[in-house]
C-alpha cells in the first residue's frame, strides 16, 4: 500500500534550506516586490513590510511547517490526521490544492516571458533598439496566440520534469544546483548596478521612507506581498514541512528561510532602482520594468549582452523553483488521498495548470473578453489568491494551529520533544492563538471598511 512505504524526504538541512528558500524567493522578490516598494513609499513601505516577516511571516511559516512536519501528510491529509473528530477543516486544505492551480496559472504566464526573454538576449534582440521598439516587441508577443503558450508549455514541462522525480532526487537535488547559481547572479548584477553613475539615487528613492504614503491600502499589500513572498497560506510549506526530518529545528530553519527570502527582495531592489535611476527612468512602470526597461537600460551598458542574459536566467531560476512547490501540493495530495503513482499525479496537475494558464494568458490579448470585474483573468487571479485565498487560508491554518491542534502536540513539535526553543515556546504559542489570528482580521477587515 502506498501509506506503507516509507516517504521521501529531504536528505539534507542544506537541502531543507534550498527548496524552501527556491520556493519563497521566486517573481514576487524580483519583480513584485520592488513594483510594490515604488509604488509605496519606497523605504517606508520597506518598514511596514519587514514588521510583517517579522511579527507575522516568520510564526506563519513556523506554523506551516510543524502542521506538515506533525502530520508527515500533504495539506489535505494534514489537516485530517491533525483533526480526526473534525473534518471540515479539511477545506484548507482542497483550498490550498485549487489556490495551487490558481497561482500557478497566471506564474506560468510570467514565467513564460521570461523564457521567451532569454530567448531574445541569447539571439541579442534587444541590441539597438529604443525602449518603445522593445515595448512594442513585447506587447506583440504577447498578443500572438501560440508563442506565449509554447514558452509556458516549456516551463510547466522542465517543472513537471523535477517533480516527477520525486523529492530527494527531484526538488531537493535541484534546488541545491540552482539557488547557489541564483545567488551568484544576484551578487555580479548587485555589484554592476551599484557601480553605475548615479546609483545612489535609486539607492535613496529605495531606502528613504515616505511616510506620507502609509496608509491601509499599504498594510493590506504589504500583508499581501509578504504572504506570497514567503510561500504562505496555500500549503506549500505545510508540504514542504513533511519531508523535513524530525530533527531540524523548525525556528532556525524558517529564520534562515525567511530572512533569505527579504534579503533578495531588497538585493533585487538594489539592482532595478539604481539601474533605473542613473539612465533616467521613472521606477513605477510595472511589469514593464523588468520585462522592457532593462533590457533596454543594459543594452547601453558595457557587456550589457552578458548581464542582459544573466538577468533573465535568474528570473527564470526563480520562477522555476517556486513552481516546484507549488506543483508539489497538488500532486502530493493527488499522491496520497487519491492514490495515484507519483508519474499520474504529475502529469494531470501539469496538464490541468496549463489548462488555466492558457486562459490567463489569452486574457492579456488586445480587446480580449475574458475578464471577471472588470479585470482580465490574469489580474483578477493575482489578486484574489493573495487577497483572499491566500490571506484566509493563513488566518484558517493558524487558528487551527493555536486553537485546534493539541497544546502538548504543539509544543512537542515546536520543541522537537523537549530539546529545543524550550524559552521561546511560550511567546510562540500566544502569538499563534492570539496575536497572528487578530492581526490578519484586523488588515483583512480594515481594508473593507475604509
Ligand atoms: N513565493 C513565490 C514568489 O515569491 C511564489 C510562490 C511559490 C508561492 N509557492 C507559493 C506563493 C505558495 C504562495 C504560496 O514568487
Not at 41 to 47: P, S, V, Y
Not at 71 to 82: D, E, I, T
Not at 215 to 221: E, T
Not at 363 to 390: Q, R
Request: net charge positive; charged share 15%.
Amino acid at each position: 500500500m502506498a501509506e506503507k512505504k516509507k516517504r521521501d524526504h529531504f536528505g539534507s538541512k542544506i537541502g531543507i534550506i534550498a527548496a524552501a528558500v527556491g520556493s519563497a524567493v521566486g517573481l514576487g522578490n524580483i519583480y513584485r516586490f520592488p513594483c510594490m516598494a515604488g509604488e509605496n513609499g519606497g523605504g517606508a513601505f520597506l518598514i511596514v513590510y519587514l514588521g510583517i516577516v517579522l511579527a507575522l511571516g516568520l510564526p506563519m511559516m513556523v506554523s506551516e511547517f510543524m502542521i506538515g512536519r506533525r502530520a508527515q501528510k500533504n495539506p489535505v491529509g494534514a489537516f485530517k490526521a491533525l483533526a480526526p473528530d473534525a473534518k471540515g477543516w479539511a477545506l484548507i486544505g482542497y483550498t490550498g490544492v485549487l489556490c495551487g492551480f490558481l497561482i500557478l496559472a497566471f506564474y506560468t504566464t510570467v514565467a513564460g516571458w521570461t523564457l521567451e526573454s532569454v530567448y531574445k538576449s541569447v539571439i541579442n534582440y534587444y541590441h539597438g533598439k529604443d525602449l518603445a521598439t522593445i515595448e512594442q516587441g513585447f506587447n506583440d508577443s504577447i498578443n500572438m496566440i501560440f508563442r506565449p503558450l509554447l514558452w509556458q508549455a516549456v516551463f510547466i514541462f522542465i517543472s513537471a520534469f523535477v517533480i516527477a522525480k520525486g523529492i530527494s532526487k527531484g526538488i531537493e537535488k535541484y534546488s541545491k544546483i540552482l539557488m547557489p547559481t541564483l545567488t551568484v547572479i544576484l551578487i555580479i548584477l548587485c555589484v554592476k548596478s551599484l557601480m553605475l553613475p548615479g546609483a545612489f539615487e535609486g539607492l535613496k528613492f529605495f531606502f528613504k521612507p515616505d511616510f506620507s504614503k502609509i496608509d491601509d491600502q499599504v498594510l493590506i499589500s504589504a500583508l499581501g506581498q509578504a504572504f506570497f513572498s514567503m510561500s504562505l497560506g496555500m500549503g506549500a510549506l505545510i508540504t514542504y514541512g513533511s519531508y523535513i526530518s524530525k530533527k531540524d529545528n523548525l525556528v532556525t530553519t524558517s529564520l534562515m528561510v525567511g530572512l533569505s527570502d527579504t534579503f533578495v527582495a531588497i538585493l533585487a531592489g538594489i539592482i532595478i532602482f539604481p539601474a533605473a535611476f542613473s539612465f533616467g527612468i521613472q521606477p513605477e512602470a510595472g511589469p514593464s520594468l523588468a520585462f522592457n526597461t532593462l533590457p533596454m537600460l543594459f543594452n547601453q551598458m558595457k557587456g550589457g549582452y552578458f548581464f542582459c542574459l544573466l538577468f533573465f536566467i535568474l528570473l527564470v531560476i526563480a520562477a522555476w523553483t517556486s513552481a516546484l512547490s507549488l506543483l508539489e501540493v497538488i500532486v502530493s495530495y493527488m499522491i496520497e488521498e487519491l492514490k495515484l503513482s507519483r508519474r499520474k499525479a504529475t502529469i494531470y496537475s501539469s496538464v490541468g495548470a496549463f489548462i488555466i494558464s492558457i486562459l490567463a494568458t489569452m486574457s492579456l490579448h488586445n480587446g480580449s473578453s475574458l475578464t471577471v470585474f472588470g479585470l482580465t483573468i490574469f489580474d483578477g487571479l493575482d489578486k484574489i489568491t493573495s487577497m483572499v485565498f491566500m490571506t484566509l487560508g493563513g488566518l484558517f491554518t493558524v487558528i487551527f494551529l493555536g486553537w485546534k491542534v493539541k497544546k502538548q502536540d504543539f509544543e512537542n513539535e515546536f520543541t522537537n520533544g523537549g530539546t529545543v526553543n524550550m524559552r521561546l515556546r511560550k511567546i510562540f504559542y500566544y502569538i499563534i492563538k492570539f496575536i497572528a489570528p487578530a492581526a490578519i482580521t484586523v488588515i483583512m477587515v480594515s481594508q473593507f471598511i475604509i
